[in-house]
């Protein structure tokens, strides 16, 4: 991504996606947040961050992870799409767990559909369990 830094922080914990959490796993999405904001404002003080969640079928890994990144984003279809829109913010995405409208594990027919056809032609990888991402530049 064309920014001055981009981190993932993760959990320990294999959690598969953001719509694989319940109530219980809220204190764990306010602490990546909480950890990757403090993270930023030591590595880059008085900058504007942007922080968020891709959700099925957006999301390309399948371990949780929370986008730190450092602004300005350079791509205007970067910052716009992919880590604009269609990335929720932490709020939005325990306001969809109060709500109800996020249920672990039970996908839309739409957003199962999506996947599975992205699976097929997907290559295969190895898995990891976790891991960090830091793009300085």
Do not use: W
């Amino acid at each position: 991504i064309t920014a001055q830094e981009h981190i993932l922080m993760c959990s320990t914990t294999h959690i598969k996606n953001a719509h694989c959490i319940d109530k219980d796993n809220i204190p764990l999405l306010l602490y990546l947040e909480e950890a990757g904001r403090a993270l930023l404002k030591k590595r880059r003080p008085g900058a504007e961050y942007r922080f968020g969640y891709h959700e099925p079928p957006m999301n390309s890994v399948e371990h949780l992870h929370l986008h730190c990144i450092v602004l300005p984003i350079t791509s205007n279809y970067l910052n716009g799409v992919i880590y604009g829109y269609k990335l929720a913010r932490t709020e939005q995405i325990v306001a969809k767990i109060l709500s109800g409208e996020i249920t672990p594990g039970v996908y839309p027919e739409k957003v199962k559909k999506v996947k599975d056809k992205a699976k097929d032609k997907a290559p295969k990888e190895k898995k990891l369990d976790a891991y960090i991402h830091l793009d300085d530049k």
